[in-house]
């Protein structure tokens, strides 16, 4: 047993309050103090008896989320009240009355929406995202509360070093599934980058030390490289009176990481590992006209390349990001990234809205509001399905933007890669459902033309047009999809009405009645979600019910005759999982798999030798996946309970499929000399092949049956070293 020097403590966690109060950014008046003083006090008396899994006072984990509310979000004494007093309401006798009679209405209201959102991650994934909706609804009530939240979920990833290693898993990949995308979306960019590291450095340990090991061996490199960059720089800036500060900054571990898995390159292949980062001191007056100047001094030592111009000094980005970027040819041939901002605009940069409060400036709120506002509109539509609304919410947080004009001159923001159709949503949903196509740049565009930059859009309606299923393949934004699904759904509701006749005219012939309870009967029997689903697929013929002839009737009640034979429904979930886990836990693929059904994932198409898990399915069996497939953060995160770790038996030599993609210059014979490594020389067989030129460029995509990962990194190795060939991937699905 672990002896507690309950002296020490004491003094120990007065030296953390104190370092809390030194640690504001905000001036803090006698009022605030004594307020603080008292929530600290409640707290303390609250969590006394309770200890962290490490084995530390639970008091300091409150005192943790406010300091990082305090000093690294810049929040004031309110936000500091309420982070120090996040869990008492819900872990003691503590009522909201009471926090309401000591502290107030604000502090009340805050304080409710942090222990309503506190179960969001709960066990069934609907639930979850249940809560993560309620979650983003307090966001208009007072983003205070997400801000805290945040703080609490990076206080708790600092701290994770002490749980059990599943627990571990599972709280990286919600970190990275849903408070990574929130953190990006509300400007904590500093916030952003840390959780992404800590969540891979849980979810993918190995690569996380890799990554690390490898930019401390080349920093010594870097910083010399830096260094000769900046001298002339800085002499200028000097000469011209110019207040700054630079900083090397490299790229996080958790991006390098990205960027070789979209790219297919090792990490000596990234260029732009660093980038330099010239802080100017400003007033807000001068800053952009600075900022330019600035620009002009770094492009006349160093070459811009024009296509790496970012100005997003004139049009802020949608998540309040000010900065300017250039990449200029630096000494030695290399490209290096030139990020020039004030120091207001850095820290919007760093810690996103938070920082603007500070500036109140309208234009930053106006663009929160907006924001809030669409997403209020999203969680307010009667879709019901959580799950589907996260996932189009998540693509709207990451995407990147382009600005586009209505006929008016409007300026619109909207994500890359959207389309005529999603702007006319954008406008108005009348607008996207009787969309024909439209014209850009007074040119004739359909549907699913895909916007850019600049471009001036006007949208062209027919009355007879009606949304259809495939439209839901053209649009990017959450808004369209949403409502291209609401006006769907609508469809489906009128066409049902017919089949709700027949199903109520069968049974009256039947002598059944015609209640919620045989309508069940029939929901179940034909294996459809709900009665719409029912009742529309009877209406276009979909499921035929003419006679009701595997039925009998005692007393209006229907009864099956015989139910069709349900494949594994029958057992649990649960059970099925703690079968495959076996004694060791562990699922061997290849070993005890005769009795088990599993399957190797199409979409990332796993062979042995790659790190693997497996997702157990209802009636598929087991899914293999690679655990950088990308869909396994979010089965992991959603799903945890129906995961199971798997390794590959070393056994008998079987192949399996993988997919390289080869791409290269045109040359004289070069598919053939492709083909004969494949075949002759490392005896692999082809499954399919497919090549294509276009203007002296090939690309080849071939599946392949390999051995293990050994096995492939051998034929890449040699497919490398053909002529003409450029570069050789593993595809990550085919
Ligand atoms: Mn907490």
């Known amino acids: 047993m672990q002896v507690v020097d309950i002296e020490a403590e004491k003094k120990e966690i007065l030296k953390r309050y104190r370092s809390l109060l030194l640690s504001c950014k905000r001036r803090l008046d006698a009022n605030d103090k004594k307020q603080i003083r008292k929530a600290f006090e409640i707290s303390l008396e609250a969590h006394k008896d309770m200890r962290r899994k490490s084995g530390e006072p639970y008091i300091y984990h409150p005192i943790a989320v406010a300091q990082i509310a305090a000093s690294e979000i810049g929040l004031g004494a309110t936000s500091i009240i309420c982070a120090l007093l996040h869990d008492v309401v819900e872990d003691t006798d503590t009522t909201l009355e009471d926090i309401k009679g000591m502290f107030g209405e604000k502090v009340m209201q805050i304080i409710d929406g942090l222990t309503k959102i506190s179960g969001v991650f709960d066990h069934t994934p609907s639930l979850q995202a249940e809560n993560f909706r309620k979650m983003l609804l307090t966001l208009s009530d007072d983003i205070r509360v997400i801000l805290i939240k945040l703080a609490d979920r990076l206080h708790n990833m600092r701290t994770l070093e002490s749980m059990a290693r599943d627990k571990q898993i599972k709280i990286a990949s919600e970190t990275l599934y849903m408070y990574t995308p929130l953190a990006h979306r509300l400007g904590l960019n500093v916030m952003k980058v840390e959780l992404e590291d800590l969540g891979l450095k ?27 960059f900046i001298q002339p720089i800085i002499e200028n800036l000097k000469e011209q009176k110019i207040d700054y500060e630079i900083k090397g900054r490299v790229k996080s571990i958790y991006s390098i990481w990205n960027k070789m898995k979209t790219q297919g390159i090792p990490f000596e292949e990234i260029y732009d590992i660093f980038a330099i980062r010239i802080i100017i001191k400003s007033s807000i007056e001068q800053e952009k006209s600075d900022c330019w100047r600035v620009y002009s001094l770094v492009t006349d030592f160093y070459h811009p390349n024009p296509d790496r111009l970012r100005d997003w000094i004139s049009t802020p980005k949608s998540t309040g990001y000010e900065s300017l970027h250039t990449t200029v040819m630096g000494p030695e041939g290399k490209w290096v990234e030139v990020q020039i901002r004030s120091e207001r605009m850095n820290e919007i940069a760093e810690i996103g809205y938070a920082a603007h409060w500070k500036y109140k400036e309208s234009a930053a709120e106006n663009a929160l509001d907006g924001w809030i506002k669409k997403i209020r509109e999203l ?7 959580a799950l589907d609304f996260i996932d189009d919410f998540k693509l709207n947080l990451f ?99 017919k089949g709700r006749e027949t199903v109520e005219k069968k049974l009256k012939q039947l002598d059944a009645s015609f209640t919620k309870s045989n309508v069940a009967i029939l929901v179940d029997f034909f294996k459809v979600k709900n009665n719409l689903e029912l009742y529309y697929r009877i209406s276009i013929g979909n499921i035929s019910i003419k006679t009701l002839k595997d039925f009998t009737v005692e007393k209006g009640k229907l009864i099956p005759k ?61 899914n293999i996946h690679r655990t950088n497939c990308p869909n396994a953060i979010q089965l992991m995160s959603n799903y945890a309970y129906r995961i199971v770790k798997a390794k590959w038996t070393n056994q008998e030599k079987i192949s399996f499929l993988a997919g390289i993609k080869i791409t290269g ?50 034929l890449i190795k040699k497919l490398k070293k053909v002529p003409g060939v450029v570069n050789v991937i593993r595809m990550d699905s085919n």
């Open 399 to 497: 995407a990147e933007e382009i600005f586009v004009f209505t006929p008016k001159g409007e300026l619109k923001t909207l994500p890359i890669k959207a389309t005529t159709l999603d702007f006319a949503y954008e406008i108005h949903s009348q607008l996207g459902n009787k969309c024909i196509g439209g014209k850009v740049n007074n040119k004739l565009v359909p549907l699913s033309h895909k916007l850019n930059s600049g471009d001036q859009i006007e949208i062209l309606t027919s009355q007879k047009q009606k949304p259809k299923d495939d439209w839901l393949n053209y649009v990017v934004t959450a808004r369209a999809k949403s409502k291209i699904k609401l006006a769907l759904k609508e469809e489906k509701r009128k066409i049902a009405i």
């Open 379 to 385: 969680l307010e539509s009667p879709e019901s399905n």
């Open 665 to 714: 210059t045109d040359e004289v014979g070069i598919v053939n000399n492709i083909t004969k490594i494949i075949s002759n020389e490392l005896n692999v067989n082809m499954r399919s092949i497919s090549f294509d030129t276009n203007d002296g460029i090939f690309e080849g995509n071939i599946m392949v049956f390999v051995q293990d990962t050994n096995h492939l990194k051998e």
């Open 202 to 228: 849980y979810t993918e340990p190995s690569v996380f030390e890799d990554i690390t090991k490898k930019l401390q061996e080349t920093e010594s490199e870097r910083t010399r490289y830096i260094n000769v």
């Open 562 to 622: 015989n139910t069709l034979p349900k494949k594994l429904e029958s057992k649990k979930l649960e059970e099925l999982v703690s079968e495959v886990r076996g004694n060791s836990g562990m699922l061997v693929i290849g070993e005890n798999l005769d009795k088990i059904d599993y399957k190797l994932s199409p979409c990332c198409t796993p062979i042995p030798g790659d790190d693997v898990f497996g997702f157990v399915t209802v009636d598929e069996g087991i």
